[in-house]
């Protein structure tokens, strides 16, 4: 029996004639923090959608099991009850209604009415949002959106978290809280990142695994996989 | 052995009807996403207008093939002018806006010709075929929407139009770089839809009575046709969800009555819109027109 | 969170007098005309609540308003007592609002094909409805009567007592109970977690998804909830005109609780029922002159108001007097200031 919290057996995903994810084997262990990077149209971003539920799993295309469970034909909202907190690529939030609001419906599912309103307390303190708290997420800089975002994954507490490019479109000081967050849910929760900034992946300082043209073409520490020279070729013209 | 001809000729009969009626509308909702509720008005108004130019001493066949459509297409051009360009993608939106002209629209005609119903007659007369006496008209309507589908297929596909048609029914990008103004893009389609419902209306006219509110009629069937047919490959989607529904529609007419007959046609149209999301054109038709 | 700002606070003090003015009416007033703008309004709620919270549009919702009214005509004239034809009228729409619902939901399509598929529903109930003529089309012992529809069936009496009939100011009573009844019902699903949800799925659908709830449920449960007030509107609708006909199910019946609902306020729960209270009265004083037809002021009002004023008159109210409210209050602010510094400097606080 398998101790792997994500475990991908031979996945497989195509769309029309394209084979965007092929034969990839992935496992993830009990409380690992591990980056998914690749160039553009690497199969990262299908991967990661394969995990959430997003796409469904072709017939005869792997296995997916989280925590043992196989989540073939499971929908995103049967996988995220399971425990697992999604942060996607474009910020997903409710963009009328206020932060508070946002992180109060994902914490009500898993806290109950009664508890729900000191969660909320709870992970605007952790995450920083205290100045934004009521503000109406749709007036928010992409910035605070996707800080917000986290904040909406956090609140469900989650034991394995999947975050798609969560540092898009921020820079600076910015990207160091990002990391310290990050850090801080990997104490409790396993983690899948998937993003193209290496400074940040070099900031998080974790094992990586490198995706090119639908395959894994290396895993390892990060220092290691970016001295490697076919990562190296892989990435000529991209920023490194 | 002339029963079947008859049935036969019924069910070309009717796929051709909603067929016609359909066209303006799908040319509007392939190319620009916009659902015209009032579309089954400007049906209407094509066959008013061709009432008005009868009345009026002038030739009926230059009435409804020339006269109406050029009408229609005008009341469809001030139309796009004054309310539907402000709603571009706003497609809810459009559809509550184009319900308010629809009624705009009857209240307007009930004002100008009364509430009860006047007719046209047909300018061809029946023939018989065998023991059944058939309407010659019906023939000339089968012949119409041949023709007029045909030459909507040629125009896309061999036309200078047709090539900036078809781009912009992919998206306004594509207009815009083959240095067309999306909107005068969608002006004119919305205008040529228009006048694709008129024409419809001008020669349906002789068929039935007309009412202020024939159009809901149309509009139901026409809709349905559309959104079913999807607005992929919209002549093929249209022309294919007509014949589903016109023979199916004719078939059950016959063994039970009209009534069931369209109803069956509704029921069978919220069947289809479950199963193919994005209408039959979206699943078998991808790289057609 | 106790409150959330977005949905709004029930305000006691405006309900309160709302039902005062309501229940003191007949004293001084008619009460044939307000009855049968109360059950628009009710139908006019139950759309709000479902479209302006839930985001969802049901083109044909009278589907279940010419339910509800039919329901109870043919259950009545079979069963002779009022009680249990009421409640059939509030869940037989139900019922059948959760079975296409389940449907459209489960199926997962999107906000333009529900319109559609509502608007089919409501067409093919119009189209067999008034196909129903002739003594063949009878259920136990009511003829449906075709384009004629049902007349002449008993209207509520009090439970228990068949004899006892509410007609005229009585039903004007329970027209009342009824709206404010479920005003308050909406009022409670929106302060719970239900209505929080509701309004989540409403703004991000695939959010709240991944954030674990099963939308097609919460979906389906309101689209239910609105059609079983549909259908109590149209069992009322039923009992103050004393006769059924397919009109109920009619495109004009549709488009007319939509403009309602539009033009009186999306996004809240008095804008729909203001809506309809105001353009049914217009509707009503239109309908007895000839000159301007009907349609014609309706279709200019609902094309006015889509294009100038999308969200709806009591909102568009709501703002104004908050931007009214703001400039005073800066204006306030600005005075105090200019007092603070003329004022001497031993009084400066800070």
Known sequence: ??????????????????????????????????????????????????LTGQYPIDHGGGRVLIRGVDIGGLRPNHIVRMGVGIKTQVPSVMNGLTVMENLWLAARRTHGWSRSGAEVQRVIDEVGLGDIA????????HGQRQMVEIGIVLAQEPWLVLLDEPAAGITGTEVERLVGLIRQINKTASVIVVDHDMEFVRMLGTDITVFYQGAVLTEGHVDDVLADARVREVYIGNRA | ????????????????????????????????????????????????????????????????LIIAPLVVGIVGLIIERLVIRFLYGRMIDTMLATWGLSLLLIGIVTLIFGSSAVSVPAPISGYRLGAY????????????????????????????????????????EVASSLGYNPRTVYMVTFTIGAALSGLAGGILAPLTGLLPSSGGGYIAQSFIAVITGGAGAVIAGTLTSSAMFGTISQIVSFASGPVLGDIVMLALAIVLLRLMPQGISGRFFRNSQ | MKVWPSIGQMRWGWFILGAAVLLAWPVFFDTSTPTLLLTWALFALSLGLMWGYAGLLSFGHTAYFGLGAYVYAIAVVNIGESTIPLLLAILVPAIVAAIIGAMMFYG?????????????????LFKFMSATAGDKYVIGDARLGGFNG?????????????????????????????LLGCYLLSRWILARSFGRILVGIRENESRCELLGYS????????????????????????????IVTPSVFSLRSAAEVIIWVIV????????????AIVLGMLKLLLGEQTLIDNSLILGLILVIVVLAIPRGVVPALQAWFKGRARIRTQRAGHLRARRRIAAPASERTP
């Open chain 1, 1 to 50: 029996m398998s101790d792997a919290v994500v475990e991908t057996i031979e996945l497989t995903k195509r769309f029309g004639g394209v084979t965007a994810v092929d034969r990839v084997s992935f496992r993830l262990g009990e409380r690992e923090l591990r980056c998914l990077i690749g160039p553009n149209g690497a199969g990262k971003s299908t991967f990661f959608k394969c």
């Open chain 1, 134 to 141: 009521r503000r109406t997420v749709g007036e928010l800089a």
């Open chain 2, 1 to 64: 052995m002339d029963y079947a001809a008859v049935v036969v000729l019924e069910i070309l009969y009717m796929i051709s009807f909603i067929a016609l009626v359909s066209a303006g509308l799908a040319i509007v909702f392939g190319m620009m996403r916009v659902i015209n509720l009032a579309h089954g008005e400007f049906v209407m108004l094509g066959g008013y207008t061709t009432l008005a130019c009868f009345r009026a001493g002038i030739d009926l066949w230059f009435s409804m």
């Open chain 2, 133 to 172: 006496q058939m309407g010659g008209y019906n023939l000339f309507i089968i012949a119409v929407t041949v023709v007029l589908y045909v030459g909507m297929w040629l125009v896309l596909r061999f036309t200078r139009l047709g090539l900036i048609a078809r781009g912009a029914m992919q998206s306004a």
């Open chain 3, 108 to 124: 997962r399509i999107s906000d333009v094909y529900m319109g559609v598929i509502t608007l089919v529903v409501s067409l093919i």
């Open chain 3, 150 to 178: 049902i007349p002449g069936f008993p209207v509520l009496n009090v439970p228990g007592m068949p004899d006892v009939s509410l007609f005229g100011v009585p039903l004007y009573y329970v027209a009342v109970v009824a």
């Open chain 3, 215 to 242: 939308v097609p449920a919460y979906k389906t449960a309101i689209f239910s909830i609105s059609a079983a007030m549909a259908g109590l509107a149209g069992c009322l609708f039923a009992n103050w005109a004393e």
């Open chain 3, 264 to 275: 009186g306020g999306l996004g809240t729960l008095v804008g729909p029922i203001f809506g």
